[in-house]
């Protein structure tokens, strides 16, 4: 259905525009990529218990970027899409918290790349998607060890005793591989 805008979303579209009009010289530049080397990539993040009633902020930002930035060298970088919202469900952990913003990215990322291959490709098939998804997501970035080192295996999953984090995880990494993220 249509969106019903509420007062809280004209108070920050003011806030865009009123930072827009403070910082004139500044803006957004997308970058053009060859289709060749076009890649999705994500970044996600949480803020455990960051507000003061205690609930925990999650996001992500989505970009096209060029197939090398896995690599260690420089890509250009273009946002595609963000969001920050809060998590849907409480938090015991920061780990519980970074693996439900990643989850909410690497969902996007997938979303983002279907659409892309289907865009790009003629001979693109969703149901049989995950042959086109190694060659259009680039990378997942997070910035959280614990989950780093629960879905690079370097830790298992079933170690943690919060198991709704630690089911997360599992899935986390299910789709990771899926997509072929490092």
């Known amino acids: 259905g249509m969106p019903k805008p509420l007062g809280r979303h004209a108070r920050l579209a003011a806030q ?21 080397k076009l890649r999705v990539c994500g970044h996600s993040d949480a803020a ?24 260690g060298q420089e890509s250009w970088w273009s946002p595609a899409m ?25 969902r996007h990322l997938e979303w983002v790349a279907t659409l892309l291959g289907e ?30 080192d629960t879905t690079s295996g370097a830790i298992g999953a079933t170690s943690h005793s919060d198991k709704v984090a630690a089911l997360d995880v599992v899935i986390l990494r299910e789709h990771m591989r899926r997509l072929g993220v490092p």
């Not at 919202?85 to 909410?104: N, P």
């Not at 098939?125 to 780093?148: T, Y």
């Open 82 to 106: 963000w969001r920050s919202t809060r998590v849907k469900r409480a938090c015991s952990s920061t780990l519980a918290a970074e693996s439900q913003a990643a989850l909410d990215a690497i």
């Open 119 to 148: 865009a790009m490709n003629e001979d693109f098939d969703i149901e049989n998607r995950e042959k086109w998804m190694k060659s259009l997501v680039s990378c997942l970035m997070i910035d959280c060890k614990s989950l780093w």
């Open 16 to 36: 865009v525009v009123r930072r827009a009009k403070r910082f004139p010289d500044l803006g957004l530049i997308f970058r053009p990529i060859p289709p060749s």
């Open 48 to 71: 455990f218990e960051r507000d003061t009633s205690g609930r925990t902020q999650s996001g992500f930002v989505l970009a096209f970027c060029e197939d090398h930035l896995t690599e």
